[in-house]
Structure formats: C-alpha cells, structure tokens
T-cell receptor, first 116, second 110 residues
Framework: GAVVSQHPSRVICKSGTSVKIECRSL??????MFWYRQFPKKSLMLMAT?????????EQGVEKDKFLINHASLTLSTLTVTSAHPEDSSFYIC????????????FGPGTRLLVL | RKEVEQDPGPFNVPEGATVAFNCTYS??????FFWYRQDCRKEPKLLMS???SGNEDGRFTAQLNRASQYISLLIRDSKLSDSATYLC???????????FGAGTRLFVKA
C-alpha cells in the first residue's frame, strides 16, 4: 500500500512556541492531503484539507491563523501550530489521497504533541 | 445527531467468536464507505472498502445498505490480534469530505 510519513513522531514544547509537523507521501503524488486531530478516546476530527498550490480549506471552528498549512509540493504538506498552548496537546494525523482516482486515504503514523 | 454513528462498545468477546458492528450515516449524498482499524496510539489503517454488493476478505465481511443508510462489519473466528477500535468512514460527494465515526472498541480475550 501507499506510504505516508510524518515528522516528528513526538514533540514536547513550551507554551507559546510554534511547532511544525511534516507530512510526506513517499511513493505517490498527492494533490490533496488532510490534517486531523484526535483527542484520547475520541474520533478523528478533520481540521483542514490541504491542496497543493492553493490555500487550505479549514473546517468550521479551526483557526487558520493558528494552524498554518502549507502544501508546498505534490508530496509534502506541513502543519504549523503557532503559539501552542496546553489545550493544543493532541495526536495530529495527516492523510493523503493518491492522484489516481482512488478514494482511499492513506494515513501517516501521527505526531503526538504535548505542550507544557 | 452525528453524521456517522457507531456503537462505541466495548465489545468483549472470546477468541473464536463472531462479532458484528453496525454504523449508520445520515447524509444520503454519501458516496463511498470504508472500515478502518485503529490500534491504541496508532494511526488508522484501511481494513476494507464497503460495496452495495457486499465484500469479504478472509474472516471479515462488510455490507452496505443504502436504503437504510447503514453499513456493517462482521468478524468471524475472532483472534486476539483483532482487538482494536474499528472506525466507520464515509466519503461525501461535493468537495470530497470524509467523516469518521467515533469508533467501536473490540477486545478479544483468550
């Protein structure tokens, strides 16, 4: 199956700092990538849809100035959590959809963010 | 009402048992359907797609009922390794929106 990587896998930071998370599709091109957040024992919540070469589409309630998304190429999307606060601590997962007519999403391994 | 609803469980079953999960969706514009499996503190992994004609993959059988707007997953001969959270996933047309159910937790015991 298709492979999606995320980096870093785990990050601990102080409140007020910014954290960048990278999502890469390793063996396929992905025009569209998705960013999710998951709190413990809760479902994945879509934060935004990242489109290569254009602005991301954010879900209702997600602050686009706080969660900056850049889809720089067909294989890379980044999520930057700006001025992180403890309530931003969560499991952030990206996924990518291959540009070959499939509807399947391939998920990255996720990034655990802990803001102290 | 949530757009995709699942029984959160947990389902506690012995090895070898057959267990079934149901999922209902409210948006009739939903186009495609999937079951994902998520292990604790891991990312979701695709288990199988779900088609109107039903599909089977080894011990796993998925069914879709568009008229009643529900999908199901049947696991036969449960293994310890089947213990996980099973996520019902629905893709909507128009902008390709994916909706995840909250998941059903399964514990298979020896």
């Amino acid at each position: 199956g298709a492979v999606v990587s995320q980096h870093p896998s785990r990050v601990i930071c102080k409140s007020g700092t910014s954290v960048k998370i990278e999502c890469r599709s390793l063996d396929f091109q992905a025009t569209t990538m998705f960013w999710y957040r998951q709190f413990p024992k809760k479902s994945l919540m879509l934060m935004a849809t990242s489109n290569e070469g254009s602005k991301a589409t954010y879900e209702q309630g997600v602050e686009k100035d706080k969660f900056l998304i850049n889809h720089a190429s067909l294989t890379l999307s980044t999520l930057t959590v700006t001025s992180a606060h403890p309530e931003d601590s969560s499991f952030y997962i990206c996924s990518a959809r291959a540009d070959r007519g499939e509807e399947t999403q391939y998920f990255g391994p996720g990034t655990r963010l802990l803001v102290l | 009402r949530k757009e995709v609803e699942q029984d959160p469980g947990p389902f506690n079953v012995p090895e070898g048992a057959t267990v079934a999960f149901n999922c209902t969706y409210s948006n009739s514009a939903s186009q495609s359907f999937f079951w994902y499996r998520q292990d604790c503190r891991k990312e979701p992994k695709l288990l199988m797609s779900v088609y109107s004609s039903g599909n089977e993959d080894g011990r796993f059988t998925a069914q879709l009922n568009r008229a009643s707007q529900y999908i199901s997953l049947l696991i036969r001969d449960s293994k310890l390794s089947d213990s996980a959270t099973y996520l019902c996933v629905v893709n909507r047309t128009g902008g390709f929106k994916t909706i995840f159910g909250a998941g059903t937790r399964l514990f298979v015991k020896a």
